[in-house]
């Protein structure tokens, strides 16, 4: 009997085994296909390829808006996927094993035959409702709380701050409200948008409509004059309209002319009771049904305007660095996130990197990057407005999948450069004296490539400065630094020598350039250093102002003035040894910085600049040193 039992459940077990064979080969022919569902909000069609799919296979997510109307963003509401972007309106997923659900959101066209182009901000804008103005949240709590039990909602909404128009009458003015921690600040009106490169190209290229609101402050600067002595046309400066948020909290600026549009609603800011003890889940109702009211969207379009909980941006911005031949970062750039008069500021560290917590951002929000911080300024020809780039909408799919945010085009690589070198003049240790502008200096990227002058340093009675830099020498970044930073050593022994007008004017035009060219040549090749270049030979210069191999005692012109004097008291690069006899017999290296620096501060002409050389170096060495320029300054 035992022995039957043994038997029969060895038969129950090898059947059992026949069966779960047969089985699992039949699951592996017939594998489970979960489903993606795909529903359109608003005016288009979406699709899903495949609209059913094993786990692990891609699904290929499509949009086609209909006319008039444009994609805005996919958002998942089951299953747990991750989305990849595509350059166009397509994402793609790795399907999980459950079913999935998503939604794709479409919109009205932005109004591109209403757009008017704002001169001073440089950017096309067109028409587009602040939904946190207060009378608007208002609106959508009587829209939330119609029918239900909840109350009149509007009664505890109040004004966090009041949106502004600033006036400024002076560049410092205009400063002064920039740099106000707890205000921020747009240049072109809360109920408009900025577009993009790619929009306004699309714009009718017979519109020639421009935004006409205007600062009647208009800023004249009548003698400024340049490091070659020319006295320019007298400059005037249109300021521009400050667009402000202002917390109700804070003193009105009433030293300065403003305006008050309205009131203003930001629920990051409120304290109210009333309303958060209905929960952060209603806030984002209420704020999503004000951003719907606002910016027209269908009532199903629900998901165009929710905030981006959870979600993290990180990454870098950089340039390309044609010597090293390697992604150099660009630090401290500032990134803007703005729906009307909601607007969310962060700035790259040190080393370019970014790192985004998104939760307070509406996806509808535009975002900007930025080129100003408090010790510099970078704007275009004409304006004192920072320059920045309309990147799009929060939503824009290659800003959310990149974990790199190159600075890509031209215009930018060429404004990046520049960048890069302010920030390293203002913020890394070198032996040059980091002076600042009570204001910050102002440098402006002149798009010009075909100039006669690579920068220029200017200056004025009154004590106003800025750099311009041309659009030379794009691809080489080590050129382009140079040329900021020989005016920047303008800039340095304008406020040696006192940083007045009638000091620098007055110093010898040699001294003026070959302080600069040190400073150019230095900042350059220190920089390089640390990146851990190293020369192909001795007398190479990455700066292009060492000026060694341009400069001879008979060298005439403008030309002249651009010497190696300071830069061959320092270097160890004898250039007569290299070229020939010709060249400056420099046999002197290694004097400390501190002694040019008491020449710019004390010097101008060539007879003090000598007498100060002489304290520190014996008098044979020196004055075979001095030769070649004793013998320029006889030819003048």
Not at 83 to 95: H, P, Q, R, V
Not at 196 to 203: F, H, L, P, Y
Not at 218 to 239: K, Q, W
Not at 308 to 331: H, N, Q, R, S, Y
Request: aromatic share 12%.
């Amino acid at each position: 009997m035992t022995t039957m039992r043994c038997f029969l459940f060895a038969v129950a077990v090898a059947v059992c085994a026949v069966m779960a064979s047969s089985c699992a080969k039949e699951c592996e022919n017939n594998p489970r296909l979960y489903t993606v569902t795909v529903t359109a909000e608003g005016n288009g069609i979406c699709t899903a390829d495949p609209a059913e799919a094993e786990a692990g296979m891609t699904v290929t997510l499509t949009a086609t808006p209909d006319e008039g109307h444009a994609f805005n963003m996919w958002t998942v509401i089951g299953g747990d996927v991750e989305l990849i972007y595509g350059e166009d309106d397509s994402a793609t997923f790795t399907m999980p094993a459950e079913d999935v659900a998503i939604t794709a959101a479409f919109i009205a066209e932005k109004p591109l035959s209403e757009a008017l182009y704002h001169e001073l901000a440089g950017v096309w804008i067109v028409p587009q409702n602040d939904p946190y103005a207060l009378e608007n949240f208002r609106a959508a709590a009587r829209n939330l709380s119609s029918g239900t039990e909840r109350g009149d909602l509007e009664d505890v909404l109040y004004a966090t701050h009041y949106a502004l128009r600033i006036f400024p009458k002076n560049e410092a003015e205009q400063w002064k409200i920039e740099l106000m921690p707890d205000v921020r600040v747009l240049y072109i009106p809360f109920n408009y948008v900025g577009l993009t490169e790619r929009e306004a190209q699309a714009i009718d290229p017979a519109n020639k409509g421009r935004f006409t609101d205007s600062n009647p402050n208009v800023v004249f600067y009548d003698d400024m004059r340049n490091v070659e002595g020319e006295v320019g046309d007298a400059v005037s400066l249109a300021m521009p309209i400050l667009y402000a948020v202002w917390p109700v909290g804070k003193p009105l600026p009433s030293d300065m002319d403003y305006e008050i549009e309205y009131e203003v609603f930001l629920p990051s800011s409120s304290s109210s009771v009333g309303i958060w003890s209905r929960g952060g889940e209603w806030m984002r109702e209420l704020e999503q049904e004000a951003i719907r009211l606002a910016l027209g969207y269908p009532a199903t379009v629900r998901t165009a305007s929710a905030t981006m909980t959870g979600a993290t941006l990180t990454g870098e911005f950089w340039v390309w660095d044609a010597v090293k031949a390697i992604k150099v970062p660009v630090p401290r750039i500032k990134m803007r996130f703005y729906l009307g008069s909601n607007i969310v500021e962060t700035e790259a560290d040190a080393d370019g990197a970014f790192s985004v917590a998104t939760a307070a951002i509406p996806a509808a929000a535009s975002w900007d990057i930025m080129f100003y911080n408090p010790k510099w300024k970078l704007t275009r020809e004409g304006s004192t407005v920072p320059k920045y780039f309309i990147q799009g909408t929060v939503y824009q799919k290659a800003f959310w999948s990149s974990t790199n945010s190159h600075i890509s085009t031209t215009i930018q690589a060429f404004d990046a450069t520049l960048i890069k070198a302010l920030d390293y003049f203002y913020y890394k240790p070198h032996q040059i004296q980091k002076w600042e502008d009570t204001n910050g200096i102002r440098v402006i990227a002149n798009n010009d490539a075909n100039a006669s002058y690579k920068g220029m340093f200017s200056y004025n009675s009154m004590g106003a400065c800025y750099i311009t830099i041309y659009r030379h020498d794009i691809s080489d970044t080590n050129i382009l630094s140079g040329s900021l930073f020989h005016e920047l050593g303008h800039f340095v022994h304008y406020k040696e020598c006192g940083g007045t007008y009638a000091t620098f004017s007055k110093i010898d035009r040699l001294l003026q350039e070959s302080f600069a060219n040190y400073v150019g040549w230095y900042m350059v090749e220190k920089y390089y250093t640390e990146l851990g270049y190293v020369k192909i030979n001795p007398g190479e210069d990455l700066s292009g102002q060492a000026a060694q191999t341009s400069w001879r005692s008979t060298t005439s012109g403008d030309r002249g003035y651009y010497s190696p004097l300071f830069v061959d008291l320092v270097d160890n690069f004898n250039q007569a040894t290299y070229f020939g006899s010709s060249y400056n017999n420099d046999e002197l290296k290694g004097l400390h910085y501190s002694i040019i620096r008491e020449i710019a501060e004390k010097s101008a002409d060539w007879a003090s600049c000598k007498s100060i050389l002489g304290k520190h170096i014996p008098a044979v060495e020196l004055e075979a040193f001095l030769a070649p320029y004793e013998a320029w300054y006889a030819k003048r």
